[in-house]
């Protein structure tokens, strides 16, 4: 734990230390400390919110502790970031119907 607070320390703008860390909370046994890697995932969001994967790895730790809304919400936040790159996708493949389907 102590080489993560460190690579936090260190880590001006990155947000992976914080989801690797959050990462550590949820699988900590015998309980997860799922409550620290919320904290840690919304870190990691607040520097990079573009990225879906932070989004899942919030949602799936508000689930696991009940918090439902929370993790709706967050899951939405992945899907709508997922649909936006998709649409982006399919922009750069000048296949614009489906980039504007993607996209609206």
Same mark, same amino acid.
């Given at each position: 734990?102590?080489?993560?607070?460190?690579?936090?320390?260190?880590?001006?703008g990155d947000a992976n230390p914080f989801v690797?860390?959050?990462?550590?909370?949820?699988?900590?046994?015998p309980v997860g400390r799922l409550a620290e890697a919320i904290d840690d995932y919304s870190r990691a969001i607040?520097?990079?919110s573009n990225n879906d994967i932070f989004h899942r790895c919030k949602a799936?730790?508000?689930l696991k502790m009940? +918090?439902?809304e929370e993790a709706i919400e967050s899951f939405s936040?992945?899907?709508? =970031?997922?649909? /936006?790159? +998709?649409?982006?996708?399919?922009?750069?493949?000048?296949?614009n119907e489906e980039a =504007?389907?993607? /996209?609206?």
């Open positions: 734990m102590l080489d993560f607070e460190k690579a936090i320390a260190f880590s001006s690797n860390r959050g990462d550590l909370f949820q699988r900590a046994q607040s520097i990079d799936h730790a508000c009940g +918090r439902l936040d992945a899907f709508r =970031q997922t649909y /936006l790159d +998709r649409g982006q996708t399919y922009e750069k493949l000048s296949r =504007q389907l993607a /996209l609206s």
